[in-house]
């Protein structure tokens, strides 16, 4: 590998406030800059947006820098895959069609440099939280998207900010590490790891930069988020370490 993949999540644009995503967006695409000489491919792993939803003819408005940053990245070559998070996803061909990004809905496996990675944005997975598993199935259905699209932009959109308001990232609750054996994502991965050997598993979600020993060559990497941290992962073809933008 000549040049390096890139992973990060958790954007939440649009939360707490449109001032302060403003600010962050600003920050991200100076990241995107730092890193496009050297980049052959960029996994965004979910939750960019705090809230995503595309009806047949309108988006919600706000961050076209990073949208144009992303179609200018894409034009240029650069692979880039848009994992849906539980906040984005509702998301359905714009960003193809209009930034060439790659929409992954649940889990991506990918080897390279002779490293296999298993990807997902990591929502719903691990043991308990059967409340959210629940509704993210009814979330995901195409009868709920059809109901919500029959809402006015206006007022499906605001209901669904003023939701996305009450989450965590707009409270910037900081989160605790609890122990890699009660990491759910921890418990989720060495579950896999019975069945299937991958050498790096990478998730968004949490909110907490981790890069956690699984055993047998095995790692926990989660690329945290931008409300504090502005963490992401690097893979130079050899090995994986997560970063922290000062820019």
Known sequence: MSKNIYFASDFHLGSPSYAESRKREKRIVN??????P?????????DIFDFWFEYEKVIPKGFIRLQGKLAQMTDSGIKIYFFKGNHDMWVRSYFTEEMGLEIISDEMTIERGGKK????????????DKKYKFLRKIFRSPLCQWLFARLHPNLGIGIATGWSNSSRAASNTEEVFFGVEHEWLAIHSKEILQKNHF???????????????????????????????NSYAVFDGNNLKLEYFKG
């Open 31 to 36: 990241w995107l800059n730092f890193i496009e």
């Open 38 to 46: 050297n980049c052959a491919e960029l996994f965004l792993m979910g």
């Open 117 to 128: 990675f298993y990807l997902h944005h990591g929502d719903g997975l691990g043991p308990g």
């Open 199 to 229: 050498d790096y598993f990478i998730y968004g979600h949490r909110h907490l930069p981790m890069d956690l020993d699984l055993g047998n060559g095995s790692r926990y990497v989660n690329t945290g988020e931008w409300l504090r941290y």
